[in-house]
């Protein structure tokens, strides 16, 4: 079936700017105030394109909180108390067993909201094969780059939810939508448009023609932005299992050992006006986002990143024979940004890349990580499975809330590791297919 009727979700571009899909059958001049979709792929000026590529990187927030909400929930990470909606406290956490809905909104909403973004960069991409823009063969390579990387990035977040319901990659036609492939086949796709995007950037000159957001900023040029490419391939090496890849991608990439942890792109939030808040920005005392007792109970005496990234209520939180009582706070205002990729993460892709081929230099980097977090070096076993443990823990703390545990803990086949907390729960493995989407 159709992909949410993908004629329908159409382009959407934020609170920055809308389309009017409607035309008078008698117009035949563009109307300059209320450009249609049509107008903008046929003939797109530079003013058009730096609209739809604005959109194109907005609409990639669209709805965040419903994956980073959902996957920290299903690992149990963290749990939401607040009481708006049962299914948070029962469905997620397969409260008798039962699987998810397909089709409800836990399901079908960051799905759709995914593939939205592919649309737009779908749609930037048309605009931009048949622009009447004076465009240079190396500037159209590095906006191809980005609308391919926006893409790439999108389609990942969806297999990390499907896993092995995978993903559409061909999605441009909505009467001709490509099959579903399986996770594996799905991260091929995802590094073969990474991979396009990288020989496009190889091929782009000093500068792009159009501009991306301050979530952007250091990584704006087709060098700088390159290496952001090469670390989302890190990470998606990492998954595949190619540690030797991992390593060659992480010396191409922004990683830096000894550089800022919070380091590399991000999504902006703003209290403007025109802009939207982080949604991930909890008020204190306020949204009941719990973080897991264990989370606080497993952390290692004196480790900042529990103090950094909740705090102690005055009262516990209770709902659904849950109880907690430090509240999630990994944001400090609804302005702060929401990291796509972190040389954090990358440090700790490098300590895991290491694992089995130079288990001192996994340790130097584990070390790295852990004294940031105010903990003195690692002092356990010097094992394979060891050392994969301690990075599987480092994982846990350094980034957490921020999508890795339950995809960390199944693609190692450690799902038995996370935390049943009442009698007849279950841990979900995958999200399933969208009742829309089922053939």
Known sequence: MKLFNIKLLGI??????????????????????????????????????QLLLTGSESVLRNDMEFYFQVVSIVGREYWDLNGVDPRYTGELLGANGVPLDNNGFLTTRSFAARYRAVKNANV????????AATL?????????????????YS??????????????????????????????????????LLDGAATNLANAGDAFALNLSIGF????????????????????????????????????????????????????????????????FYVPGQDLFIAHPDFISDAETGDTRVTNKTAQLATAASLDGLSGDFQVQIYNSPSDPVAIIRNEELILIYAEA???????????????????????DYSGGTTDADLLTEIVNQRRYALFGEGHRWIDLRRLGRLDEVDIDRSGDIVHRQFPRPVTEVE
């Open 12 to 49: 959407s571009l934020a609170m920055l700017f809308a389309f009017s899909l409607n035309s008078c059958t008698i117009e035949e001049i563009p109307n300059p105030n209320g450009p249609t979709l049509e107008d903008l792929i046929e003939g797109a000026t530079l003013e058009d394109l």
């Open 124 to 131: 930037f991409l048309e605009a931009l094969s048949n622009t």
């Open 136 to 152: 240079s063969t190396e500037e159209t390579n590095g906006l191809t780059a980005i609308a391919n990387t926006f893409k790439a």
């Open 155 to 192: 389609l990942l977040l969806v297999l990390n939810r499907q896993f092995d319901n995978g993903c559409r990659l061909e999605v441009a036609d909505p009467d001709n939508l490509g099959p579903f492939v399986g996770y594996e086949a799905g991260l091929v796709g995802v590094q073969d």
């Open 217 to 280: 900023d250091g990584f704006n040029t087709p060098a700088t932005f390159l290496q952001f490419v090469k670390a989302l391939q890190a990470r998606v090496a990492l998954y595949q299992g190619d540690k030797a890849s991992a390593l060659t991608l992480l010396g191409d990439s922004f990683f830096d050992i000894g550089g800022d942890l919070n380091l590399g792109p991000a999504h902006p939030f703003s209290t403007a006006g025109n802009d939207i808040r982080n949604p991930l």
């Open 354 to 376: 290491q694992i089995g081929s130079d288990n001192t230099e996994a340790i130097n980097a584990i070390n790295v990580v852990r004294g940031a977090a105010g903990l003195g």
